[in-house]
Every structure is written in C-alpha cells, then in structure tokens.
C-alpha cells in the first residue's frame, strides 16, 4: 500500500512544484494542463545615489491582455525630502532589457524641507534597464522619477539620462 500511495504522491507533488513557476497553468478541454506565456512585464527595486543620499524605488507593472497596463511604484528620496507612491498606467518597451513606464501620484509625504510639492493625480515618467543577473553583469540602470506636474501625459519614451542602480535589481520581460 505504501508504495501505491508513493506512486499517486509523486505527480501530485511535481504538478504542485509547477505552481511556483512564472509560467501559469490553464486546464484544456481535453483535461490535460498547458503553461500561459507570462505576461509582458517591469519590476524592480533599486537605490540610486543623489547628492549624498540613497534614494530606494521600487515598482512592478505588466501589459495585461486587453492592453491596459496595471501596477504601481514607490520612492523614498532624503535628499528631495519626499516619499511618494503611486499608480502605473503606461508601460512600453525598447528592445529585450529597457522598459519605460508612466504613471500618477496617488499618495505623497513631505518633510520638513520638500524640493518640490506634487499634487495628487500629477504624472510621473521613468526609464530602467536591465543589464542582466550576475557577479560578470553590469550595473542595472534607473532614470529617476520625473514630475511635471498636471495629467494627460503622454506614453513616450523621454530619453531620461540613465544612473547605475547602487543597490536592488530591475527585471524588463517584454
């Protein structure tokens, strides 16, 4: 009996392993299971240096199959005095490794001396490039957040001068 119940216990647990991969399972009519291709994404959380402070980011967003985009991003910056999040709502790609991203304010904190003053709604625009995964890679790459303040922006890629990352990692899966 042990060894029937082995037998049964081993696909089980290979088809439970599978959950864990990028790939999503869809039952077919025939009820066999056949793996989705991942949708087109851009994540990350990286620190740049500005002045003399680390300024974290982090964001995920993905090109769902009807065409909208869906995600979010955060940043934390000492040296504009500022931590602020929000929504993504663009994400286009150049190439295999660079994504650029659009998006909105949805929340903000100021300090005590705040650089800038953002409004809730106002849009915010960054590039990043990944420069791959290991020891031999060179650094990914962040534009910084911009904000011009106001809505309607655009979904085009600005050509923001690229900063390597200090610290974190940015994965482009177009």
Not at 143 to 169: H, K, L, Q, R
Request: glycine residues 10%; contains cysteine; hydrophobic residues 40%.
């Amino acid at each position: 009996m042990q060894r029937a119940s082995l037998f049964l216990a081993f696909p089980l647990a290979l088809f439970l392993s599978a959950c864990h991969l990028d790939q999503p399972v869809t039952p077919v009519d025939d009820g066999t299971i056949a793996l989705r291709a991942p949708k087109p994404s851009a994540s990350g959380q990286a620190g740049i240096l500005i002045g003399e402070h680390v300024q974290h980011f982090s964001f995920h967003a993905q090109l769902n199959s009807d065409g909208t985009v869906s995600g979010s991003w955060e940043s934390k910056s000492p040296s504009q005095d500022i931590r602020a999040h929000g929504e993504i709502t663009c994400l286009e790609f150049e190439g295999t490794n660079e994504a650029y991203l659009v998006g909105f304010i949805t929340h903000f904190t100021l300090g005590e001396d705040p650089v800038f003053v953002p409004e809730i709604g106002d849009e915010i625009w960054f590039n990043v490039i990944d420069n791959g995964e290991g020891n031999n890679s060179p650094p990914d790459l962040f534009s910084d957040w911009y904000w011009f303040g106001g809505n309607n922006a655009p979904c085009f890629n600005f050509s923001f001068p690229m900063i390597e990352i200090v610290t974190g990692n940015i994965q482009v899966k177009p």
